[in-house]
């Protein structure tokens, strides 16, 4: 996450969006054979997909979806669509908000990702009808692709008044304001409903959303990570278009679980957020935190084979309690703090492919005719564990 510059609800200016490739707005739809060449294809995983070069923001998440033989990549305010070659196949353009990290619903098919609206105080799940996605360049608002719900929970948290003078001080990080010190929203991944009596519920998976955390070292407050569960099945009754004039509020009236996760302050809180149906375990990448008594490890890991613990959220400026869920002890071991941890890429783009292989994202840039470009590449890793760097890259 970064902050998103420019007008809250404004439109793109005209032409922001440049392809790379020959694809145009407008091309044909693929044929019957192409897609199933992609089919054919999709169990076998490329060591590496490239996302192209647009003129956008930097790449936020990936999502991937093997049986139909696509991967997503989102720019911050523009989503592409590619195959597995990293063809482009589709792009949706004139995103406002802040896009962020993505995972595939495999129940419906569609693509779920982090959306913003800080100034006006929306967060939101977009929910992307990705096989609707045919083209170069559709059109976010009225392709009827993006539906969008509205988190409450979520503008409760980015604007309470913390220290009690009556007025929001802002999308700042230098304010005891914000709870837990929330910035908004950014990691998303579908895994299990976590039952707060014991470990899972079988058989369910529900989405979970991360907080983005300001960084802030004079505070004691905003030393976990947040994560939110929502079940997703009912959802449709909530889904609005994607905001374009005034935002809307439709959405969920509460959490279904809501989780803490300590590992120190962090530079915007969960970046790439992953579950690992392999081991179970909660993948958190992360920019690295500055405060001295934490370790600022950049990859955190929660314990999926723990029960959530209920108790006391240390450094709130009233007592508060929570349902806690530790981090895996294992990786890198900070003593002083008891914070366990990686350095890791994953930033960018983190997918598990749930049998020990990931993909880990590249953020670049490439100057094309004078124009800088933001770009992309997906790299294929297995997971070692082995410290300080728990992934070694696969090559084909």
């Known amino acids: 996450m970064r902050p998103f510059v420019g007008g809250v609800l404004t439109a793109l200016a005209a032409g922001t969006l440049v392809a790379q490739g020959a694809l145009a707005a407008g091309a044909a739809e693929p044929s019957a054979s192409a897609a199933a060449d992609r089919s054919a294809k999709a169990r076998h995983l490329p060591a590496e997909i490239r996302g192209g070069a647009w003129k956008a923001g930097h790449v936020q998440g990936v999502a991937v979806d093997r049986r139909k033989g696509f991967m997503y990549f989102s720019f911050t305010n523009l989503l592409v669509k590619t195959d597995l070659r990293g063809d482009p196949v589709g792009s949706v353009s004139g995103f406002t908000g802040h896009l962020g990290d993505l995972d595939l619903n495999e129940k419906d098919g569609r693509v779920y990702g982090s959306l913003e609206y800080k100034a006006a105080k929306a967060f939101y799940i977009a929910v992307l009808d990705v096989d609707r996605i045919d083209r170069m360049d559709m059109d976010a608002h009225t ?19 913390m220290d009690g003078d009556g007025k929001f001080d802002g999308d700042t990080a230098n304010t005891p304001d914000h709870r837990y010190g929330c910035s908004g929203i950014d990691g998303v991944t579908f895994g299990p409903e976590l039952d707060r009596g014991g470990r899972a519920k079988a058989g369910k998976d529900v989405l979970t959303v991360a907080y983005g955390i300001y960084s802030n070292v004079k505070r004691q407050d ?36 809501k989780y803490f996760v300590r590992t120190g302050n962090t530079r915007y809180g969960v970046q790439n957020l992953e579950y690992d149906a392999h081991t179970g375990n909660w993948l958190m990448a992360v920019y690295k935190g500055a405060k001295p008594q934490f370790p600022n490890y950049s990859l955190f890991v929660a314990d999926g084979s723990k029960r959530p613990a209920y108790g006391r959220i240390t450094g709130q400026p009233e007592p508060t309690s929570g349902w806690h869920l530790p981090l895996l002890r294992q990786g890198l071991h900070h003593a002083p703090s008891g914070v366990y941890g990686w350095e890791s890429s994953g930033q960018y783009g983190l997918v598990s492919l749930d049998d020990g292989r990931f993909y880990l994202t590249e953020a670049g840039t490439v100057v094309e005719d004078g124009v800088t470009k933001q770009t992309a590449r997906a790299v294929l890793h297995r997971w070692t564990g082995l410290p300080p760097t728990p992934f070694t890259p696969i090559a084909d």
């Open 222 to 257: 905003n030393d976990h990570q947040v994560l939110l569960q929502y079940d997703v099945a009912k959802w449709r009754t909530y889904e609005r278009p994607l905001p374009e004039s005034a935002p809307h509020t439709s959405g969920p009236p509460r959490v279904d679980g």
């Open 143 to 161: 392709s009827d692709v993006v539906s969008t719900v509205h988190l409450q929970e979520v503008v409760d948290d980015y604007t309470a008044d």
